[in-house]
């Protein structure tokens, strides 16, 4: 009757390490870190977009450019600046096709929408 029980045993704790096993990779497939695709903070813009001019308006009229370190890229007429900006929104769990411009990534940070990014930027350039 022990031999019995060890089997059991033995065949029990085979098959509580195959679960763990499947879902540990089932974990690893549907919670996938995605990587930051930028290394700088970036301002994301679009040539025609009313919203974008507004901030345009800002930086300029308010030297941001001075007191901030960003880059700009353009993404209507710039396919890899859009495609960079589709991953960008991905690493911030935000869904992509559902996302314009104008949109910052600041300091590991997503802000999207004038207001906020002009928030961001009077907060980060000290201006009130």
């Known amino acids: 009757m022990e031999k019995v029980h060890r089997v059991i045993m033995i065949f029990f704790i085979a098959a509580v390490i195959v679960i763990a096993s499947l879902f540990a990779v089932y974990m690893?497939?549907?919670?996938?870190?995605?990587?930051?695709?930028?290394?700088e903070n970036v301002l994301y813009y679009g040539s025609t977009c009313s919203h974008c001019k507004i901030i345009?308006?800002?930086?300029?009229?308010?030297?941001?450019?001075?007191?901030?370190?960003?880059?700009?890229?353009?993404?209507?007429?710039?396919?890899?600046?859009?495609?960079?900006?589709?991953?960008?929104?991905?690493?911030?769990?935000?869904?992509?096709?559902n996302i314009g411009?104008?949109?910052?990534?600041?300091?590991g940070e997503c802000y999207i929408g004038d207001i906020d990014i002009i928030k961001l930027l009077k907060e980060k350039a000290n201006i009130s």
């Open 28 to 39: 690893n497939l549907t919670g996938k870190v995605i990587e930051n695709p930028v290394n």
């Open 56 to 97: 345009e308006e800002f930086i300029n009229s308010n030297n941001i450019t001075e007191k901030l370190k960003f880059e700009q890229k353009e993404v209507f007429e710039n396919k890899e600046n859009a495609n960079e900006l589709t991953k960008v929104a991905e690493y911030c769990k935000l869904d992509s096709s």
């Open 101 to 107: 411009v104008p949109f910052m990534y600041y300091e």
